[in-house]
Each structure stands twice: as C-alpha cells, then as structure tokens.
C-alpha cells in the first residue's frame, strides 16, 4: 500500500509538474524559426521565460548619466578582450553563458579591408567554431543563410556603406562566443584611432533562457536537418506570406466621415483576437490627415493603443510604400496592421479627428477570429508623441529622449520614429539606451540610430522589403527634409517583468532644430501601465514639409567635409579623424595621393536656392599642394596654396556663389604639389555658406 501510495504521488508530481508549463522545453533552430513566423505567439507572453540583452561597441567613456561621457561617440572596434588562439589574435565581441541563442547580429564597417576580416562563432565547449569566414559573408552572405534573415541594407546602396544583418538564430546550450580577426586591428588601439585601423561597430541581441530547458545547439546537421524549413520560413518572410487568407475572419467596417473634433467608436464582443487592421485616410491635406486622425484601442477596459494612424503603420505623415513582417502600406494609401491583438471580452477601435479639416476613413476593416485567452495572453500597446522643434546637438550637449516608459509584465516589440531634420548633417549618431525591470545601467546600449535601426553611416536611401526593419524615407538623412525608420522585433522582442524604459539619444551633428516623433509597440498582461502622456498637442502641430517651417528665415547653411559626396578620377578620398580638436565633428573629408593635374567633384544637394557668401574650413599641412578651385563650373579660386609648415585649418573667403536646387558640385583641380613632392593630399573640413 505504501508502494502504490508513493508511485502515485510521484506520479501526479510529474503530471502536475508537467500540465503546469514547468516541463522542459526544447529550443532549436526549428523551435526559433516556426517562433519567428508565429504572429500569435508574440502575443503571449514567452514560454520558456527569457531575457534578451545586447553586446555592442558602444564607447566605454559612457559609465553614468550626469558624468562626463555620457554620450560619448567613439562606438566602434570596443571588444571584451583580444585572446592569442593558434597563433592568431582573435577580438572578442560577445562571451557569455547559455542556454540561450543570437537572434539579431548587426555590424558594419570602415577602413583599410574593411568587413574582410574572419568572424568566428564558437558554440558550448566546441574548440572550432561553428561558423567561420569573412564577416560580409556570413552577415549578408551566404555561408549560414541568405536574403532576407542574412542581408544588408539600404540595396541600392554601396556595398560597404551599408548595415549588415543576420537575423537567423544560433542557439547554443552552455555558452556562446563571438570572434572577429584582422590584421588592421590592433590590441593597442582601443577605439581603432591610428591610422590605418579597421573600424568595427557591431550590435549583438541574444536570448538567455531560464532553466529548465533544453537547448539544441547550433551545428552543421542541424542545419542539413531542418534545410526544408529554412528554404520555407525564408520564402515566407521574403514573399510576406502572413497567411492571413488561412485564418477564419469576421470582419468590422470602420468607414467613417469625421469632421474636426469628431470621433467614432466601432466594438468586437467575445474572446477574439484582431488579426488585421485596414484603412485609407482621405483629406485635401492628406499629409496633416496622417499625423492628426488618432487610432485609439481598448482591450478589456484598458485603453493601451494610443498613435496617430500614418505613425502606427510605419509611414508617418508622408504617402509612402513600406512592407514589413506586421505592417504594410501600398502605393495607392491602403494601410495594413498585422500585429495579433488579442482580448477576453471586448476591443473598442476609435478613430479621433484631431486635426482642423474633414477626414474620410475609407476602406476601413478589422479582420478578427477566435482566440482561446488564458495566463499568457497579452494586450497590445502602442504609444506616440512628438518632440516639436528640439534642439538636436552634438557631443555633451546631446540628450536623452523617450520612446516608451512602461510597468507591468510584457515584451517590448518595436518602435519607428519620423523626423523633419533641417540642416545639411546627419541627425542619428545617438544610441539607444534600454533600461530593463529597474536596471541603473542600460542592458541595450548601441552605436548610433542608423545601427539601431539596421542601416549604417546616415544613408539617405529607402529601403521596405526587409521583414523586420525598413526606411521609408531617408530624405532628411543629411539635409533638411523628412526620414522615418522602423524596428519591428520578433526573436529580439525585450522581455520585461516590472519595467521598462526606451530612450534614444538625439546626438545630431550640427545644433539644430527639427521635429523627432518616435512611435513604440510593445504586449503586457493586462494591468500594465503606459507612464507617458498622450500628446494630442503633438498630433494638432502643423506637420513640417520645409525647412522654413521650423525656421521663418534661412541663415546659414553648413556642410561637413565628411557629408560631401566625392566623384574622382586618380588618388584616394576617405574620411579621416582627429580627437584633438583640429576639425569640426572631428572629422574630415581627405583626398589623397593625387598627383598634377588629378580632378575631384564634391556634390551635394540644396534645397534652398540662391546667391550666398562661401567660405570654406580647409586644412594646410606639409602635404598639402596648390589647387584651382571651381564651383558650379565658375573659377572662384586660383593657385590657393593650402601649403603650411605644420597641419592646421585655415578659414579662406571664396565669394559670392549661386546654389542650384538640387546638386551642386565644388569642383578641385591640382595646380602643383609640394617642394621635394610628387603627390600631394587635400581636406576640406567644412564649407559655409551665409
């Protein structure tokens, strides 16, 4: 009787710890790679329980908010250590212990052979790694995947100016470590300074699994294994096969005519899960009708989606093309959600025309089924606000702003920001900092927001066909004008138990203002609060479309060196860097071993015409020859000699000029070079036009 009592005992044990979700659970790239398709899952808090935390190259002079270095700049080539292997020097990016698994690694590159240096990624006690070869290849190459989960971006833009993305999972079940060798880094250099280093920035996101669980490592058979899936979840996440034509939908109609100061509610009653939200805005001023039509939801009596309609589709107020894994936006202005939004009783959709003209909602439908609710199921959330004509500046004087400050239990799953950037400088150099469940140091702290958002170096191209991150616009990258940016997370969702806080640094290159709105999207059990205020003063401000909306008067105009784009014929251009204060940013553009006779174009784009009084800031050194100088095609300098005995910058007046709309060329020609010289060099610091 006592047997039978204890094998019974030990017997409802297991059942109940089993039927309780305490089993454990096996992780592997199949498990990771059916997650990443799954829009249901993401709305269900994780099972197994995880946090995800990030390596990166973030300069180590930030240690504390209100100290020196804060939002020091210098993000590249930081490594945990350089480790002597078989005779090779291999610099460490990321070591920790599992189980646990990558699930975003994110680099780009600069320098002499740049990204040509051999990546390793060792797994568990495996001396070899499990994958090896050139960081290009295996970022957006393809020796673990291709397109779309192995890719690089902007498509249209030089190879090597682009961000590099591997968003296949390596999952690993004791430990994890991440390698990078090349020759043009030195153990020496921290923070590649001298010259002729490689510059290395790298973002790692990575899961760690509470036990108990089981973890299949990542291994070459596990890759011939699961070949079949992998073909199919990429064909899935390239081609956008939501298969939301395979859910059964009722569906809504939210077609509404709102005057200004109107709204309209429309219900869903049951335990249902939205699976599709569609819309069309039409007004005479369709821009300001993008920002000032609000989408609020409520979930079971909790209001949590809060954001004017072109932000919460990822376009912001401009009429764009986008395609992501949750949101898509079509040529012709049909806006579509795929975010799951599960409830247990009621979803009350509301539509609010906060604006000053009518507004027509067409086309409008929330596509809904079944959903079976239970302890993991979780509300969605979205949040915005605008940071109307902030101050962005560079170095100290930098600042800190918030994207989403929540509490409760939940995962956050991406944000986007549109911006109206109104001068000729990169606006991103800032990094995000995300504070986890009352972290005093962020977890997540990267190496720019261009990095952040997948990209690199403040391209100005768009990109919309990568499943997770896209830029619509990149027009006001560099120049005044609009840009908007989107992260959506599925494997690198941030799991939160009590808090969290998303700041991204708005670091611009020049003092300025602009318009930042950043949107955030995130799940919580329900109970969870948004901190932040809705900013229905942000969504009534005319949206800006000009600089002169920001600015009543043009006053100054200044192009870094760096921001040029150099066309030339013989030589070698690249930026080169000096943190002692010689150059502006710390940075110039250099042209170098150029002999009699070599030609350069140095373009760059106006949006502002007219006559100005040019200056230009260019350095004088030993090196340095006598050049003819051409703006638009007229001669405004002759013989200017840039030779000096030691290397300085030099402010030199070139007269009244006419910028064109559009491009406008700065056009240098070497005359001769230094005494004793064959070669000469050239560097231009920064050009001011008054």
Not at 120 to 137: C, M, S, T
Not at 335 to 341: A, D, E, G, K, T
């Amino acid at each position: 009787m006592k047997k039978f009592s204890l094998f019974f005992i030990i017997a409802m044990e297991l059942l109940l710890y089993s039927s309780t979700g305490f089993a454990q659970k096996s992780i592997s790239i199949e498990s990771l790679l059916k997650e990443m398709v799954d829009r249901n899952e993401l709305a269900k808090y994780p099972d197994p329980t995880f946090t995800c935390n990030q390596f990166s190259s973030y300069d180590r002079a930030t240690v504390a908010k209100d100290e020196p270095g804060w939002f020091a700049n210098r993000d590249r080539s930081m490594f945990i250590r350089m480790e002597n292997k078989d005779g090779r020097k291999e610099f460490v990016m990321m070591d920790t212990e599992g189980p646990g698994a990558i699930v975003r690694l994110w680099m780009t590159f600069s320098g002499e052979n740049c990204g040509r240096g051999t990546m390793r990624i060792y797994v568990d006690d495996y001396d070899k790694p499990v994958i090896e070869g050139a960081a290009f290849d295996i970022l957006s190459g393809n020796i673990v995947t291709g397109p779309p989960l192995a890719a690089s971006v902007p498509e249209s833009a030089p190879y090597e100016y682009r961000g590099h993305n591997l968003y296949f999972p390596v999952p690993y079940a004791k430990r994890c470590k991440v390698t990078y060798q090349s020759e043009y880094l030195f153990e020496d250099d921290p923070g590649s300074r001298r010259r002729g280093s490689e510059l290395v920035f790298y973002n790692i996101n990575y899961r760690t699994y509470d036990p108990p669980v089981k973890v299949i490592s990542f291994s070459a058979s596990e890759m011939k294994k699961n070949k079949s899936l992998i073909d199919n979840i990429q064909k899935q996440l390239k081609n956008k096969e939501r298969r939301i034509e395979k859910i059964k939908l009722a569906q809504l109609s939210l077609n509404a005519n709102l005057k200004p100061g109107e709204s309209k509610s429309f219900a869903i009653k049951g335990m249902n899960a939205v699976q599709q939200l569609s819309m069309e805005i039409k007004a005479d001023n369709q821009y300001q009708a993008l920002r000032s039509t609000v989408l609020e939801i409520a979930f079971d009596g909790e209001r949590t989606v809060w954001s004017p309609v072109g932000d919460f589709f990822g376009i912001g107020y401009m009429p764009l093309y986008t395609n992501t894994w949750y949101t898509r936006v079509e040529q012709d202005g049909k806006m579509n959600s795929f975010w799951v939004m599960p409830f247990e009783k009621e979803c009350i959709i509301t539509l609010h025309n906060l604006g000053e003209q009518d507004v027509a909602v067409a086309n409008a439908l929330a596509g809904y089924s079944q959903w079976k609710w239970d302890k993991r199921s979780m509300h969605f959330g979205a949040a915005w606000q605008q940071y109307t004509q902030v101050y962005g500046a560079p170095n100290e004087l930098a600042s800190d702003l918030n994207f989403a400050n929540l509490k409760g239990k939940g995962v956050y799953v991406g944000d986007g920001v549109a911006l109206f950037n109104t001068t000729y400088a990169w606006w991103g150099e800032g990094d995000e900092k995300i504070y986890v469940d009352c972290e005093k140091f962020p977890s997540h702290i990267g190496t720019g927001t261009e990095d952040y958002y997948g990209y690199a170096w403040g391209r100005t191209e768009s990109f919309t066909g990568h499943p997770f991150i896209a830029q619509p616009s990149g027009e006001g990258s560099r120049k005044p004008g609009y840009s908007v940016n989107t992260r959506l997370r599925g494997l690198d969702g941030i799991p939160f138990t009590k808090s969290i806080i998303v700041d991204m640094e708005l670091w611009h290159q020049r003092m300025t203002k602009l318009n930042f709105a950043p949107v955030a999207f995130w799940y919580m059990i329900p109970g969870g609060q948004n901190l932040a205020a809705n900013d229905t003063a942000g969504v009534k401000e005319p949206v800006a479309m000009r600089r002169s909306d920001l600015y009543s008067n043009e006053i100054q105009l200044v192009i870094e060196g760096e921001n040029l784009i150099p066309v030339f014929t013989k030589g070698r251009i690249e930026f080169q860097f000096n943190d002692k204060g010689l150059w502006s940013e710390n940075m110039q553009i250099f042209w170098r071993d150029i002999e009699k006779g070599n030609k350069a174009d140095f373009e760059f784009s106006c949006v502002c015409p007219g006559q100005y009084d040019f200056t230009g800031i260019f350095t004088i050194a030993p090196e340095y020859g006598i050049f003819n100088v051409y703006f638009n095609e007229r001669q405004i300098a002759t013989n200017l000699d840039l030779y000096n005995s030691k290397v300085d910058v030099k402010e030199i007046a070139l007269g009244k000029v006419n910028l064109k709309s559009g491009k406008n060329i700065l056009f240098v020609e070497l005359v001769a070079c230094p005494k004793e010289l064959d070669k000469a060099c050239f560097g231009i610091d920064k050009l001011i036009l008054k």
